[in-house]
């Protein structure tokens, strides 16, 4: 008699575990869909892109008094080839990418353009936390571009706090 009420409240416990697993992994789906769709398409995010992730620490200063101004905005740095950031920042995925000065941008693209001197400094791996560092502790010359779009205020008030990193045409 024991082993069948054993047996009986096992496999209940079991039933019951399954089915709160599987509302627990629709839920769970159906966050990760809202956070990628708000990732996409939010308005409280800035998404920012680099050619070369060793620039993004130069932001810092930057990135620091941009977050005190406007706590309620996620900032998402990504990093990938010129052509790959172009087409990002052309579909509306990326709001501002940092290129080499000297890089080729499609003609199709309508954007706003600010010539920026920016530092590699090192980073440190994520799993293995070892630090990639720099040969080079030059300054370097980098293009920014962004939407031109009157809509914009998050990344017309980033770049607003990125005027110190700007290049006067001037000067070059």
Same mark, same amino acid.
């Given at each position: 008699?024991?082993?069948?009420?054993?047996?009986?409240?096992?496999?209940?416990?079991?039933?019951?575990?399954?089915?709160?697993?599987?509302?627990?992994?629709?839920?769970?789906?159906?966050?990760?869909?809202?956070?990628?769709?708000?990732?996409?398409?939010?308005?409280?995010?800035?998404?920012?892109?680099?050619?070369?992730?060793?620039?993004?620490?130069?932001?810092?200063?930057?990135?620091?008094?941009?977050?005190?101004?406007?706590?309620?905005?996620?900032?998402?740095?990504?990093?990938?080839?010129?052509?790959?950031?172009c087409r990002e920042l052309e579909t509306h995925k990326l709001d501002i990418i940092f290129?080499?000065?000297?890089?080729?941008?499609?003609?199709? +693209?309508?954007?706003?353009?600010? +010539?920026?001197?920016?530092?590699?400094?090192?980073?440190?791996m994520k799993y293995a936390g070892l630090s990639i560092e720099p040969i080079a502790q030059?300054?370097?010359?980098?293009?920014?571009?962004?939407?031109?779009s009157k809509n914009t205020p998050v990344i017309d008030s980033f770049v607003g706090c990125?005027?110190?990193?700007?290049?006067?045409?001037?000067?070059?």
């Open positions: 008699m024991q082993d069948v009420i054993l047996l009986v409240s096992t496999s209940a416990i079991f039933i019951f575990g399954y089915f709160m697993v599987k509302k627990l992994d629709a839920f769970l789906e159906n966050n990760w869909n809202e956070q990628e769709h708000a990732l996409i398409h939010g308005e409280n995010s800035l998404k920012i892109g680099f050619s070369n992730p060793l620039m993004a620490d130069s932001l810092s200063d930057v990135l620091e008094t941009y977050g005190k101004q406007h706590p309620d905005v996620f900032i998402h740095i990504f990093s990938g080839e010129d052509s790959e950031l290129l080499p000065e000297n890089t080729a941008v499609s003609e199709k +693209i309508h954007y706003n353009a600010r +010539i920026v001197i920016l530092r590699c400094t090192p980073v440190v030059n300054h370097i010359t980098q293009k920014a571009l962004w939407r031109n990125m005027n110190r990193l700007a290049v006067n045409q001037s000067q070059m």
